[in-house]
């Protein structure tokens, strides 16, 4: 693992040298890195850096929503699929759609890409994706996590895996895991 240390307001960063090395030192699976606020520290592989420093930025930015914040169960699906479309089209801008890209990742920029063209009321839609500035991003993030809109069931499904235990609360009412 290389290490670079923190310059001002910026986090230490830890880069691992594959997706095992991470899941190692985490102890977790089917990650590929993360932003931990409190330690100001942002742990990945190369590949998978541009994400989470879009998380980082994000949570600079003081737009970053915090679901520990939020009690209501919709709420707290729209806010953390925010927060990861923020971090998945920064990655996108920084490095296209390769590297440690999860496949709901993958499936979710090809839907953007074909709604992008077909809604017209998508804030920055004359822009291409690569081009946004990162408060463009985070626009568009906060419009297409809306849950009334008539595509949120379909971001439900591409961040299925994702959202887990909000998905469970919403679908059925009540987190089996808080029960």
């Not at 379909?154 to 009540?174: A, C, N, P, V, W």
Request: glycine share 6%.
């Amino acid at each position: 693992m290389r290490e670079i240390e923190a310059r001002a307001d910026e986090p230490k960063i830890q880069i691992c040298e594959s997706l095992a090395e991470l899941e190692q030192i985490t102890g977790l699976r089917n990650i590929h890195g993360f932003f931990d606020a409190e330690k100001n520290l942002i742990v990945a592989t190369s590949d998978s850096l541009a994400h989470e420093v879009a998380h980082f930025k994000d949570y600079r930015s003081g737009r970053m929503l915090f679901l520990s914040q939020i009690s209501d169960p919709l709420q707290r699906v729209e806010a953390k699929l925010r927060n990861e479309i923020v971090a998945i089209l920064f990655a996108y801008t920084k490095s296209g759609t390769g590297g440690a890209s999860l496949s709901y990742e993958h499936q979710f920029m090809r839907w953007l890409e074909f709604i992008r063209a077909s809604e017209t009321a998508l804030p920055h839609g004359d822009t291409s994706l690569s081009n946004l500035k990162f408060s463009q991003i985070q626009d568009l993030a906060e419009t297409l996590c809306q849950h009334h809109h008539a595509w949120f069931a379909r971001l439900e499904i591409l961040f299925g895996s994702y959202l887990k235990d909000e998905h469970l609360t919403l679908t059925y009412g009540q987190s089996p895991i808080r029960r």
